[in-house]
């Protein structure tokens, strides 16, 4: 027999030493007994950084298998080896045993915010409000992976307390019911928010009181869309999302490009972002970024459907695998005015005698750095919460309330339409045609961000979206994952969602 958490971290943590704003900013790490480091403020400090290390691990591919690749946005690649990306996704044909990701990631990161939750509060600290802080930052991540949990697997086993030591037995723990998982999330976020001292957000790549309303706004908009909470849960999601707004310095970004840059990480447009940069100790890149790029290499002149030469470009000179390129229905999704349209999705095209011959499509959204000759590499931020998504969350609020979204999706076709604004503007419809617009607003908004799987369902478009789930309405199953074989192997107490 083995415990449920069987590569979470036992009797040790390990930690990284990272100055305070700068939190993955990161020098060599070590491991330290538990029960033996936490004895100051400075540990404290040491063990929040070593949170987020694990948080961030979740973030270079896991997110996006969970939240965005089985909506079906992208496929067979130039570089496609048929078994990561594809078919298994994009047409929905995994089954419990195909290589997807399971939850220990989540639960590994769970176990971190656990042993602060733990520990720190019987720290004594010079300054109680930084006590606090962490605190409320540890709660905020335990929240966001079990709702992460949630939308993807439905209830599974709730631990709160760290897990550093086993006894046969007491680790084989039965999964929650959602209902159960719903509120221990709410209630997490609820003591969040309750300890930051202030509204302050730093460099935006920590958890701070307004992107916990915007999480809170989005647990509850789930909740009351999805689990049956109606009007009242989305009452309270609308209220979050507009006291986020209220709290927090943010605005829309002129230039959509600028938000993605690398050279311009936490930008007014970001509530929360996941840090990545290059030298840190784990050195870990954002893998997405680089599945979804591709070399113009070699002597072959690349050219843009514009005319735009690539070769010697500064946009992919190097680095990138291509194994999953966007998908031909999202491409014919974008108008040609729309300004996001060369940010999520290029055609690369060869130039041979004089004519233009479709090569491959990359994702320029996270399109890396140059660090030097030829060394492109992807340290791009991965975006947790931005304005834009959380206007049209309110929209999304608002027309399931009965109120005209109109507003705030207009705000953000404006900035997309530019000059060519007039004529493209939103009107509101009947509910059910703003849903659709809210829709396919987010699937132009924010394709590969890791969040359009979750909204197909939340809106209850997936099975007329998504590829491959198209015709199959009778398989209501299919819109939570299956609990990887492995996970279920390891612990005797956990039963298959339905149908798989």
């Given at each position: 027999m083995k415990p449920i958490l069987k590569f979470i971290p036992i009797f040790f943590l390990t930690l990284t030493f990272v100055a305070c704003e700068d939190v993955l900013e990161l020098a060599p790490t070590s491991i330290i007994g538990v029960e033996t480091f936490f004895q100051n403020?400075?540990?404290?400090?040491?063990?929040?950084?070593?949170?987020?290390?694990?948080?961030?691990?979740?973030?270079?591919?896991?997110?996006?298998?969970?939240?965005e690749m089985r909506a079906g946005t992208l496929y067979l690649g130039y570089n496609d080896d048929s078994g990561w990306w594809t078919a298994m996704y994009?047409?929905?044909?995994?089954?419990?045993?195909?290589?997807?990701?399971?939850?220990?990631?989540l639960y590994r990161t769970i176990h971190h915010a656990n042993l602060i939750i733990q520990k720190v509060p019987d720290l004594d600290f010079?300054?109680?409000?930084?006590?606090?802080?962490?605190?409320?930052?540890?709660?905020?991540?335990?929240?966001?992976?079990?709702?992460?949990?949630?939308?993807?697997?439905?209830?599974?086993?709730?631990?709160?307390?760290?897990?550093?030591?086993?006894k046969?037995?007491?680790?084989?723990?039965?999964r929650s019911t959602e209902a159960e998982l719903l509120s221990m999330i709410k209630n997490d976020v609820e003591m969040s928010l309750n300890l930051f001292p202030n509204d302050h957000m730093g460099r935006?790549?920590?958890?701070?009181?307004?992107?916990?309303?915007?999480?809170?706004?989005?647990?509850?908009?789930?909740?009351?869309?999805?689990?049956?909470?109606?009007?009242?849960?989305?009452?309270?999601?609308?209220?979050?999302?507009?006291n986020a707004v209220s709290a927090a310095d943010v605005a829309l970004l002129p230039d959509y490009d600028?938000?993605?840059?690398?050279?311009?990480?936490?930008?007014k447009e970001i509530f929360m972002a996941v840090h990545f940069r290059k030298d840190e100790s784990s050195n870990v890149h954002m893998h997405f970024g680089t599945s979804t790029g591709r070399d113009p290499f070699g002597a072959i002149t690349y050219v843009l459907d514009d005319g735009t030469l690539l070769?010697?470009?500064?946009?992919?000179?190097?680095?990138?695998?291509?194994?999953?390129?966007?998908?031909?229905?999202?491409?014919?999704?974008?108008?040609?005015?729309?300004?996001?349209?060369?940010?999520?999705?290029?055609?690369?095209?060869?130039?041979?005698?004089?004519?233009l011959i479709p090569d491959h499509w990359v994702v320029p959204k996270f399109r890396g750095a140059n660090f030097g000759a030829n060394a492109r590499e992807f340290f791009d931020d991965v975006i947790v919460y931005r304005y834009a998504d959380v206007l049209l969350m309110i929209a999304e609020a608002k027309n399931a309330l009965g109120q005209d979204p109109a507003t705030e999706i207009n705000l953000v076709r404006q900035r997309a339409f530019g000059d060519e604004f007039e004529g493209n503007e939103f009107v509101s419809g009947t509910q059910e045609?703003?849903?659709?617009?809210?829709?396919?607003?987010?699937?132009?908004?924010?394709?590969?961000?890791?969040?359009?799987?979750?909204?197909?369902?939340?809106?209850?478009?997936?099975?007329?979206?998504?590829?491959?789930?198209?015709g199959r309405e009778n398989e209501q199953h299919l819109l939570k994952w299956p609990i990887n074989q492995d996970v279920l192997s390891q612990n005797d107490a956990l039963i298959q969602n339905p149908g798989w």
């Open positions: 403020e400075d540990d404290a400090r040491v063990a929040m950084a070593g949170t987020y290390v694990q948080f961030r691990n979740q973030f270079s591919y896991e997110i996006y298998a969970y939240g994009h047409d929905n044909s995994f089954t419990p045993v195909s290589p997807y990701p399971s939850w220990y990631g010079s300054n109680e409000g930084e006590k606090n802080r962490i605190i409320a930052e540890a709660y905020a991540i335990r929240a966001f992976n079990y709702f992460t949990m949630l939308k993807t697997w439905g209830g599974v086993p709730i631990i709160t307390e760290p897990t550093a030591g086993f046969p037995g007491e680790q084989f723990i039965a935006r790549n920590r958890w701070s009181r307004p992107s916990v309303l915007v999480l809170k706004g989005d647990i509850h908009l789930w909740s009351g869309q999805v689990m049956g909470g109606g009007e009242g849960d989305i009452s309270t999601a609308l209220i979050a999302f507009n600028e938000i993605f840059r690398y050279h311009n990480k936490g930008n070769q010697n470009s500064v946009m992919f000179p190097t680095g990138g695998q291509n194994r999953g390129a966007p998908a031909v229905w999202y491409q014919e999704l974008h108008d040609m005015e729309d300004q996001r349209r060369t940010v999520s999705w290029l055609a690369i095209n060869r130039l041979v005698g004089g004519e045609e703003n849903v659709d617009a809210i829709m396919m607003e987010r699937l132009l908004e924010l394709g590969f961000e890791g969040k359009l799987w979750w909204d197909m369902i939340r809106l209850d478009r997936a099975f007329d979206i998504a590829p491959g789930l198209q």
